[in-house]
């Protein structure tokens, strides 16, 4: 399957990855017309800093054993069986939050406008080649390989 | 080889779908009492008319078909023949099993109070069929009582709020959901509910049930000397193991079916997972356990072993909480409390000697899984040297170079 590779000694913390993660999730907008200040405008992935390593770009890892998978009540989190990635179901979501407590890597989180949402990522499966936060780090802090598991 | 499953909730189902994953050509046979396939956490959807039947089923459609697995639905298992390897149904079929999962779950319980088991209109909010029968009764009812307000109580509390009904929520401790919050986070939601309709009478007891002339509790009456009317009457007292049927089997029990780190039984070929096993705790776990009782059954090895079940989220009116370990801890546990709130968030770290025991964020929960493997794995913070409420999973983070998937340096 794939999967975004990090390698964080590269990353500068432009925080593009985030910017057009919120940008692929708002319809019709780009770079530059994403409205940052709408209260869907959540991203799928964040950025860390620490004063001793630097920065940390991270992203859902559509886990091989997904706890979050596991955890769902409603169906809505199912492993693609082609892709291997971890798709969310907005209509079968129940927005109870199990999810969120039981990512082990704390990157899922409500949606903040109504709580009745998940934010995930869904590895921009349905737009054609690579996520938008690959496409957009000038750094080439991420990118995309295929791993067996 | 043909698998018995006892059972279609969580625990259940994710055994199933285990075993057709890796071993497609393996028979597998689910039988459970209800019609249909649903999540118990659903069940206030259902009731408050948010979504029918199909809507709080957690599987596809065609789950059963297209994975080939055969489906008894509206079948109770009445007795079990360990020699023989056979479980027989109320409709007196004898079926056989090379392996059985008993995934039956659990039953709420009515307490031995004077008129209420006897009252026609108490209901447990446990599966779709008391959904059902609630929502029946929601046509005509107005005076709704919950009995405990913990997360199924309020649960139900939501669902008939929902409905338009009048509804007291009585619980004998002195706070709602007083296993996952703390005062001032259950609060909250109090003030929450309160705002929406719902009454609480905390810290008192029932102690009688008046029945009327047509077998219906009609007042209830409370240790304080209150009586509060009703038309129906919720029960959510709590829960137990439902393993009638393996009586005489030969099955070790004590309260629940006992089992070791693999899910077996004491008995070869006959595992248990989920409420029953009286370890699950909450529906993520039943899964696990299914998952991995279903690998045990295909001959491999994995145990049990993520058993950290005292964690929960909670999702009512928007207000969201992520509740984790000890989060009430006695004076005399000398732990460390500290607590970060501003208008919109209350959240509280209880720590002992540099580990973190438990935790309360209410408000925004996002990005707080981590916390989960901090408590269940007792990592020491003292070294962190940080702010522990700005910590995250980047601060453990470790990469494999080979697959990529996540690690915790720890
Ligand atoms: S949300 Fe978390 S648990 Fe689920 S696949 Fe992504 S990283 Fe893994
Ligand atoms: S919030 Fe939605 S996706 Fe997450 S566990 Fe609950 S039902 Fe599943």
Known sequence: MKRIIIDREKCDGCLNCNIACISAHQEGSNFYTVDLQDPDAQARNFIKYDPQKGYLPLFCRHCDQAECVLSCISGALEKDPLTGHVQYDENKCAACYMCVMNCPYGVLKPDNKSRTKLIKCDFCDDKPDDPSCVKACPKKAIAVKEVSL | ?410
């Open chain 2, 1 to 410: 080889m043909k698998i018995v499953i006892i059972g279609a909730s969580a625990a259940g189902i994710s055994a199933a779908k285990t075993i057709k994953a890796s071993e497609p050509d393996t028979e597998v046979v689910i039988i459970a009492k209800e019609d249909r396939v649903h999540s118990r956490c659903m069940l206030h959807k259902f009731l408050g008319h948010q979504r029918d039947a199909q809507g709080i089923s957690f599987i596809a459609d065609d789950f059963f078909e297209s994975s080939g697995i055969s489906w008894l639905n509206n079948t109770t298992v009445i007795g079990l023949d360990a020699q023989n390897k056979t479980v027989k149904t109320h409709d007196n079929q004898d079926i056989s099993y090379d392996k059985l999962l008993i995934a039956s779950g659990a039953s709420y319980f009515i307490p031995p109070i004077p008129g209420l088991r006897e009252s026609k209109n108490v209901y447990g909010f446990r599966d779709l069929k008391d959904a059902q029968l609630l929502d029946r009764e929601c046509n005509t009812a107005k005076d709704a009582v919950v009995i405990g307000a913990g997360l199924v109580g309020m649960d139900a509390a939501v669902a008939l709020l929902e409905r338009g009904l009048k509804v007291t929520v009585i619980e004998m401790t002195a706070a709602v959901m007083s296993l996952q919050l703390d005062q001032k986070s259950a609060d909250a939601y109090q003030q929450l509910f309160e705002e929406h309709g719902a009454a609480f009478i905390l810290a008192d007891k029932v102690v009688s049930v008046d029945v009327d002339a047509v077998g219906r509790g009609r007042t209830i009456h409370l240790a304080s000397g209150k009586a509060v009317a009703a038309d129906l009457i919720v029960i959510a007292a709590g829960v137990r193991p439902a393993f009638n049927f393996t009586e005489g089997s030969g099955i070790a029990t004590n309260h629940a079916i006992l089992v070791g780190d693999d899910l077996k039984t004491n008995i070869d070929d006959i595992y248990a997972a989920g409420d029953v096993t009286g370890m699950a705790g909450i529906w993520p776990n039943a899964m696990k356990q299914g998952r991995i009782a279903a690998i045990n059954m295909l001959g491999e090895k994995l145990l049990y072993q993520d058993r950290y079940a005292l964690k929960n989220t909670i999702n009512f009116f928007g207000l969201t909480t992520l509740s984790l370990g000890n989060i009430n801890p006695q004076p005399e546990e000398k732990c460390q409390i500290l607590i970060r709130e501003d208008r919109n968030n209350y959240q509280k770290l209880v720590i002992k000697n540099g580990v973190v025991e438990g935790v309360i964020f209410q408000g925004n929960i996002g990005g707080s899984g981590f916390w989960q493997y901090l408590i269940k794995n007792k990592i020491d913070l003292s070294a962190k040297n940080k702010d522990l409420f700005s910590l995250s999973y980047a601060d453990f983070y470790d990469q494999d170079p080979a697959t990529g998937e996540y690690r915790y340096a720890v």
